[in-house]
């Protein structure tokens, strides 16, 4: 049903991580290098354990900025599911966190999940545009879940595409 290929408005960034004696340092985001439309609202971070997998779910109006810098290595796993776009039915694998750091922008409905694939808990930040449950936490949260239904087409399989 999907096909392996580079999905029309995701935006897979490589982050450069500058060191020196004292540690390191990563920009994450930067308001010159993102288009208008997904400049961040809100920010947080979670903890993913070793195998586990968070997704497939998608957004109708929110776009996500994630930023996988480690620990740990995620395996990132994208499908488009926009009928009106020149990708529809593209599905994208790959691998970001500790070895290769990147940011990833995800366009409002692009099915997206990701699974820690390394030996240690993995940190992912999220920078979306859009509110969590809207202003107050008061209005429906813009999530569509597709990991619970045994039918699912977004199934987490396949090996990370090189070519990104």
Request: aromatic share 10%; hydrophobic share 35%.
């Amino acid at each position: 049903m999907f096909r392996e290929g580079k999905i029309d408005g995701v935006v897979v960034r490589s982050l450069v991580r500058h060191s020196d004696k004292r540690g390191w340092l990563t920009e994450l985001y930067r308001e010159d290098e993102v288009d208008s439309a997904f400049h961040p609202v809100m920010s947080y971070i979670s903890s993913t354990e070793p195998g586990i997998a968070r997704g497939p779910h998608e957004h109708r109006d929110q776009a996500d900025v994630f930023c996988f810098i480690g620990p740990s290595t995620f395996r990132v796993y994208l499908w488009d599911n926009r009928p009106n776009s020149v990708t529809y039915r593209r599905k994208m694998v790959f691998d970001a966190g500790e070895h290769r750091p990147a940011t990833v922008i995800i366009p409002p409905g692009v099915v997206h999940a990701y699974r820690n694939v390394g030996s240690g808990a993995g940190w992912v930040i999220n920078l979306p545009n859009r509110l969590f449950a809207g202003h107050g936490r008061k209005e429906p949260v813009d999530e569509l879940r597709h990991e619970n239904d045994p039918a699912t087409p977004y199934v987490l399989s396949g090996e990370p595409q090189e070519t990104l």
